[in-house]
């Protein structure tokens, strides 16, 4: 495991720009898990993906339809799944995703996609909470971002990733 990124990230724009600079080094295959809290800006990034990738659709957060699978301009589909609602690996499994000719981003997917593929690309969203935070998570829209301070770490395991920078 190796650290491709440690950043600070303060804007709606920015954490777009994020994506869109993941999406320069993402081909089939690819599998990229989200994690951080509700508002964190998880769908925001990977909007600003597929809107780099030329996805097809309206990139939103999938979390009532579990998964959506956007066409691409550049080539191989952008899959964009959430696992909030599953309580088990199995559940993810069923949903009979392209793992290896699209790429694909699991939000809320850490635990649930071990074992899937041995090169992986984490993506941790960290932001204040509670007393340091100017809004609570329980009053934001999930796909709503506001403009605060988070941090982002981008970490990639698997051979894979050997030699890409970010």
């Known amino acids: 495991m190796r650290t491709l990124l440690d950043t600070s990230v303060l804007s709606t724009a920015e954490m777009g720009a994020l994506g869109a600079r993941l999406a320069a080094v993402l081909r089939a295959g690819d599998l990229v898990v989200l994690t ?4 964190a800006g998880k769908t925001t990034l990977t909007r600003g993906l597929g809107a780099a990738l ?8 999938p979390t009532f339809v579990l ?6 301009t550049a080539g191989p589909d ?15 499994d069923d ?20 074992g899937i593929s041995d090169a992986v690309l984490d993506v941790e969203i960290t932001r204040a909470t509670g007393a340091d ?3 609570s998570a329980d009053d934001l ?3 709503d971002v506001p403009d605060e301070p988070r941090r982002v770490v981008v970490t990639a395991t698997g051979p ?5 920078t970010l």
């Open 54 to 61: 030329g996805a097809r659709g309206q990139v939103a957060s």
């Open 36 to 39: 951080g809290p509700l508002g």
């Open 141 to 143: 829209d999930p796909d």
């Open 133 to 135: 935070a100017d809004v």
């Open 95 to 114: 949903l009979d995703l392209d793992w290896d000719g699209a790429i694909v981003v699991v939000e809320w997917g850490r635990g649930m996609v071990d």
């Open 78 to 92: 952008l899959v964009h799944v959430d696992a909030y609602r599953l309580s088990d690996p199995v559940e993810l």
């Open 160 to 164: 894979r990733w050997d030699g890409v």
């Open 67 to 72: 998964a959506r699978t956007h066409p691409t």
